[in-house]
């Protein structure tokens, strides 16, 4: 892994032990910066906020892995990250939480889940975002998909699929997106749903990669096979209702170019609402897009969104094999309905 210092930097703790993980495992400030990712950022805004995006990410990272006891972990991001932009430093939390986990269990012993006790504690509003963070480690560590995806909830597993396409395409689009590889890791259990997953993740990076431009998304996107392009189309009005960087009329473009995606664009930010409302996040961007896209504000999309879950079968114990997961089936329950209302 990269050694990382982000210029969002929060305080240190006193542990030698944290102080150790945070130089030998940090991210550095580099490895956000668009201009070194590659990326086509052709407005200076959009890639000031993308960076700043990467930056708190990198900052909640860290403090995961300088002190990761939940309580005062929360406390931390929420004092010290401005509203807005916890959701970020949440997710870098969640990958720094998932690394230590993974690190205690090459010791000897068992030792509590400090992924779990953020998830169940105070960081369970932003439940989602944490389970992508969790994610990134699976293409940062040398670990199986399947011990991180069975200890979390159904609902929570695949977004941390969702995280391992993020980073795909985030640090190695050339090959991830150009070249339309996937790894060879994503097979096994429930091996069809992982790879779907995946794609959403990578779908969300594009909007990274190429700079909230909306016409070279979706050229991006032309160019996959028609099978993977609606789970790429969720990812980018996900990343486009939660991440920003679009007035209404460039969101209005981009449902034009996903055409007969469009609705996986809506059920994106219908989630991204979600997301952003259980986690005090409302910000105006996403009522921008939810209304272009979902035709109804932010904190509707969300309420839409969590009606739609409720109503649903609830598995606890749904196994990774199985062939459309209950996540799967909220996903197109909201696509549906958004599209029926779009036809009346």
Known sequence: ??????????????????????????????????????????????????????????????????DPRAEPLADRLHAE??????GFAFEG????????????????????????ELLEGPGHRHRYLVAVGAG???????????????????????????????????????????????????????????????????GRSLWFVEGADPQRIAGRIAA??????????SGVGLACAYAGGLEAEGVGRLRTLADGWAGDLAQGAAFAAKARIDGGEAVPHLDTACTVLCGRPGAAAAALTTRLERELDAR?????????????????????VLAAEETR
């Open 93 to 116: 939390a969640g990958m720094g939480l998932a690394l230590v986990d993974f690190l205690a269990s090459l010791g000897p012993g068992r030792r509590p889940s400090r992924l779990a």
């Open 136 to 202: 990134w480690t699976l293409a940062r560590l040398p670990r199986r998909t399947a011990p991180l995806l069975a200890s979390l909830e159904p609902q929570l597993r695949w977004l941390a699929l969702d995280g391992y396409g993020f980073h795909h395409g985030y640090f190695g689009w050339r090959r991830a997106v150009v070249r339309q590889h996937r790894p060879g890791r994503l097979a096994g259990p429930g091996a069809a749903y992982v790879r779907r997953a995946f794609d959403q993740g990578l």
């Open 81 to 86: 990250v401005p509203a807005g932009w916890r």
């Open 316 to 336: 606890p114990d749904e196994p990774l094999e199985v062939a459309v997961p209950l996540y799967e089936d909220w996903r197109r329950r909201v696509r549906d």
């Open 224 to 233: 996959f096979p028609a099978a993977r392009r609606g789970d790429l189309w």
């Open 1 to 66: 892994m990269n050694t990382l210092r982000a210029t969002a930097t929060l305080p240190m703790s006193s542990s030698l032990s944290g102080r150790f993980r945070r130089a030998l495992l940090g991210i550095s400030t580099g490895a956000t910066r668009t201009e070194r990712r590659g990326f086509r950022v052709a407005v200076p805004a959009v890639g000031e906020r993308l960076e700043r995006i990467g930056t708190t990410f990198a900052a909640g990272y860290h403090a995961a892995l300088v």
